[in-house]
T-cell receptor, first 112, second 110 residues
Framework: NAGVTQTPKFQVLKTGQSMTLQCAQD?????MSWYRQDPGMGLRLIHY???????DQGEVPNGYNVSRSTTEDFPLRLLSAAPSQTSVYFC???????????FGEGSRLTVL | GDSVTQMEGPVTLSEEAFLTINCTYT??????LFWYVQYPGEGLQLLLK?????DKGSNKGFEATYRKETTSFHLEKGSVQVSDSAVYFCALDRGNQFYFGTGTSLTVIP
């Protein structure tokens, strides 16, 4: 039972480089989301999706792009990485409103 | 806007001690309230939840009661174990968006 799978687990980038964090879930959840976790700030919502073809911004969307072409996948793109994007990123999915969030194991990104 | 405030950590307790982690929220209406736990190197996982006022969520000896009059959802456990060492997050759900507290780190020493 895979649940929510994130790749890569660790990544080091140089300022200005681009990359994609992958997220896949096998629970047929309509809702998927990306959070970043920073010390002393808890988790902050970056982007979310309520179904294939539908995405919306969260609390801290600047510098990130998302798309949702299938129910299973929700990649997060950094087009031009900045040191301020050094963080731990979590993907989470949910079956719907007021439902439990299921989290991936996280991706630790360092931007030099 | 909606927000969650939880007590600052870190918290260090001896095994079998009583645990309280305070959580208060600001929100209109009646959001669902959650406690999530994060063990070292892992993602968050649901510990317990409550969906309406006066509901009590419970799991693994942890409890929290949804108090609308005090806008609180404090986490309690009567006797902590070393295996409870983790970071605990209070959260509220507004449908499409979850709002998390900053997390409280708990260390239980034998």
């Amino acid at each position: 039972n895979a649940g929510v799978t994130q790749t890569p687990k660790f990544q080091v980038l140089k300022t200005g480089q681009s990359m994609t964090l992958q997220c896949a879930q096998d629970m047929n959840h309509e809702y998927m989301s990306w959070y970043r976790q920073d010390p002393g700030m808890g988790l902050r919502l970056i982007h979310y999706s309520v179904g294939a073809g539908i995405t919306d911004q969260g609390e801290v969307p600047n510098g990130y792009n998302v798309s949702r072409s299938t129910t299973e996948d929700f990649p997060l793109r950094l087009l031009s990485a900045a040191p301020s994007q050094t963080s731990v990123y979590f993907c989470a999915s949910s079956p719907g409103f007021a439902g439990e969030l299921f989290f991936g194991e996280g991706s630790r990104l360092t931007v030099l | 806007g909606d927000s969650v405030t939880q007590m600052e950590g870190p918290v260090t307790l001896s095994e079998e001690a009583f645990l309280t982690i305070n959580c208060t929220y600001t929100a209109t209406g009646y959001p669902s309230l959650f406690w999530y736990v994060q063990y070292p190197g892992e993602g968050l996982q649901l510990l317990l939840k409550a969906t309406k006022a006066d509901d009590k969520g419970s799991n693994k000896g942890f409890e929290a009661t949804y108090r609308k009059e005090t806008t609180s959802f404090h986490l309690e456990k009567g006797s902590v174990q070393v295996s409870d060492s983790a970071v605990y997050f209070c959260a509220l759900d507004r449908g499409n968006q979850f709002y998390f507290g900053t997390g409280t780190s708990l260390t239980v020493i034998p």
